[in-house]
């Protein structure tokens, strides 16, 4: 009778521990990542990716408010309505002044079409209204509602001489925008290169771990077998010793590698967006792409793609404008022209039968007498900065064509040196492991085995190191001039960028 309740209840059991124990154990499953696998996802969801994504999104709704600048605005406006009820002075024919009630209400709506003239920085416009006046205090005999409006009306607003800035945006914003474009490439790519340092140090970091695991497990053998050998008299006290504090060192250097390997994990992890208790496992890109880059080639690639470049055009223009801006100051006319029809009438219908005429033409002029040389001051300030602007953006020019010829040849040299780091750590690994098999025959001593140790762990750091160092100036590359070496592709294309 016992057994129905004791299987039911064993069963239960069973499924708690399952409940409970399955998210742990999902938990610790591990997430194996290539290199090129991580760079994807850190350009994908990586939060430093996100904040780029939103940067380029401002920049390009920045851009579209400029380009609205240049496009007909229509405008309603008005005053719906504007009643007023009080006592108000009122002046007299005779200059005295008489408190008299006022209870009255005035609507006056109108609605605009206006349009900027971007070669010569005026604006034109036609225009509509309509004004109504309602005098709640008019007696029976005496008119309570008038009307009065313009049925059409072309105005146009015209600086002389002056400043046009929608003349300069038009050949300023363009240019911004464009580099903002590359920018977001180009920090694609400096993302690229961040998440593969990172993504060394963890390897590396793995590495190093492995490697003080066998080193402890290897030096453990090893004080064993000396162990042994003193027992029997075949060695010395000190040299026992001296293996015995070698394994207390290689404890504290397997602590210290867990350690870094952990720091490393919270790292990547934080970086590319995965939960800090996120277990991670690296695939080392050994294989390496055999690229010859051309310098010539790379030099031509960044000045025609990179936002740097076109930023020297960019400042160029800029401190035109400021000369130009300068000059519109020294001389100030604006001619006000407008031309259409008013009318008033008891009716609003009455606004439009037989309106007249309604004309305006007026040039203001603003011109200094007398300014003790501020404008020329101005002028001058103008002129040595836009010199300035052309000495540095020449300077800069020189020194970004150095910058890719530097890092192109730092590139070739890394790739070569991959091939004898990989060599060297093969060959301390073989070195290492003939040392310690004849370490146990009794035929190398514990100071040459050491030293092959030593070897051993110094040349396969260094080839990971060296592996770092390729594809950090890899992606630094790409970076540099927006040009995809292995592949042959650009990584930006104006024509197919939206």
């Known amino acids: 009778m016992d057994f129905p309740f004791s299987s039911k209840l064993l069963g239960f059991t069973f499924f708690a521990l399952t409940f409970l124990i399955s998210p742990q154990s999902k938990a610790q499953d591990s997430i194996t990542y290539s290199l090129e696998e991580m760079v994807q996802r850190a350009k994908d969801q990586s939060p430093a990716s996100l904040r780029a994504k939103t940067r380029r999104e401002n920049r390009y709704w920045g851009y579209r408010f400029f380009r609205s600048n240049y496009n007909p605005q229509l405008r309603l406006n008005g005053n ?88 300069w945006d038009k050949k300023i914003q363009p240019l911004l925008f464009e580099e903002s474009k590359r920018e977001f490439v180009e ?78 994990s919270l790292a990547v992890n934080s970086y590319i967006g995965l939960n800090q208790n996120a277990k991670i496992k690296l695939l080392s890109p050994n294989e390496i792409p055999d690229l010859n880059v051309d310098i010539a080639e790379a030099i031509n690639y960044a000045f025609q793609h990179r936002s740097e470049a076109l930023g020297f055009e960019r400042r160029m223009l800029e401190s035109e404008a400021d ?43 603003s011109v200094p007498i007398l300014d003790w040389g501020r404008n020329k001051a101005r002028m001058s300030q103008a002129l040595a900065n836009q010199q300035l602007t052309e000495y540095e953006v020449e300077q800069e020019r020189i ?82 001039t927006l040009y995809d070496f292995e592949n042959k592709e650009l990584l930006y294309i104006p024509e197919l960028e939206q």
Do not use: C
């Open 399 to 480: 020194n970004f064509e150095q910058e890719i010829f530097t890092k192109v040849r730092n590139f070739l040299m890394i790739r070569d040196r991959i091939e004898v780091t990989k060599k060297s750590d093969e060959v301390a690994e073989k070195r290492y492991q003939i040392a310690l098999n004849r370490y146990q025959t009794g035929n190398v001593t514990i100071s040459d085995l050491n030293i092959a140790q030593n070897e051993k762990d110094t040349n396969k750091r260094a080839f990971f190191n060296s592996l770092k160092d390729y594809w950090m100036a890899y992606y630094e590359l790409r970076a540099l």
């Open 80 to 167: 719906i309505p504007s009643y007023s009820q009080a006592f108000n002075n009122v002046e007299q024919p005779d200059g005295s002044i008489q408190f008299r009630e006022v209870n009255q209400n005035f609507i006056d709506v109108g609605l605009g079409l206006q349009q900027v003239i971007a070669p010569t920085g005026g604006t034109v416009s036609v225009n509509t209204s309509t004004n109504r006046f309602d005098n709640f205090l008019a007696g029976d005999n005496d008119v309570q509602t008038s009307w009065s409006g313009i049925p059409l009306n072309v105005s146009l607003s015209q600086p002389i001489f002056a400043y046009n800035p929608y003349k």
């Open 323 to 365: 000369v130009a801006n300068a000059k519109g100051q020294r001389l100030s006319m604006n001619l006000n022209a407008s031309y259409g029809y008013n009318n008033a009438a008891l009716t609003w219908g009455g606004i439009y039968d037989n309106p007249n005429t309604q004309a305006l033409v007026n040039l203001g002029i």
């Open 187 to 264: 920090e694609a790519e400096r993302i690229s290169m961040m998440v593969t340092e990172l993504f060394f140090d963890y390897l590396i970091a793995q590495v190093n771990f492995e490697i003080a695991s066998k080193n402890l497990a290897n030096t453990e053998n090893i004080y064993s077998i000396e162990k042994k050998r003193y027992e029997i008299g075949a060695t010395f006290e000190d040299k026992l010793l001296q293996v015995e504090l070698q394994t207390l060192q290689a404890k504290q250097d397997l602590a210290q590698a867990q350690l870094d390997l952990e720091r490393s």
